[in-house]
């Protein structure tokens, strides 16, 4: 199909030679729209699986945010066993001191707060190993 066009009186002949090429003045030009096509579908793929790696790094983080807190609570935990075992261990001192005149309630308080301790204690290993299992 051939076209001819005249701005300000200057003839330039152009001619459709298929759907991507065209003739002008008898150079032959070729549409890229194909390649451009291909480029932007790469870009879109591109660009979707960015989001993707931006949503994963987005979960990992909130997952070692979630690590760092149960750590922190770890740490009272353990801060709080220790001043237990301290204070058992001056009620001890104490009641040696005393020359023996603990009474059996002061036998069973002893026993009932070394119970404690020990439910802590596996309380807190129970959660360092939930926590280490959930560490890759």
């Keep these: 199909m051939g076209l001819s066009i005249s701005p300000k009186k200057r003839k330039v002949d152009v001619t459709f030679l298929d759907e991507n090429s065209v003739s002008i003045r008898g150079r032959k030009y070729h549409s890229h729209e194909h390649e451009l096509q291909e480029i932007r579908n790469a870009l879109s793929l591109i660009l979707k699986n960015q989001k993707k790696i931006m949503a994963t790094v987005a979960e ?12 922190d609570s770890i740490g009272t935990s353990v801060t709080g066993v220790q001043g237990d075992v301290k204070s058992l261990k001056q009620q001890i001192a104490d009641l040696q001191a005393a020359g023996g005149g603990a009474t059996a309630a002061d036998i069973d308080s002893l026993a009932t707060a070394v119970d404690g301790i020990g439910t802590k204690i596996d309380a807190i290993g129970a959660t360092t190993a939930a926590l280490d299992a959930e560490t890759p």
């Design 60 to 71: 990992i983080k909130a997952k070692l945010d979630a690590q760092s807190t149960a750590l």
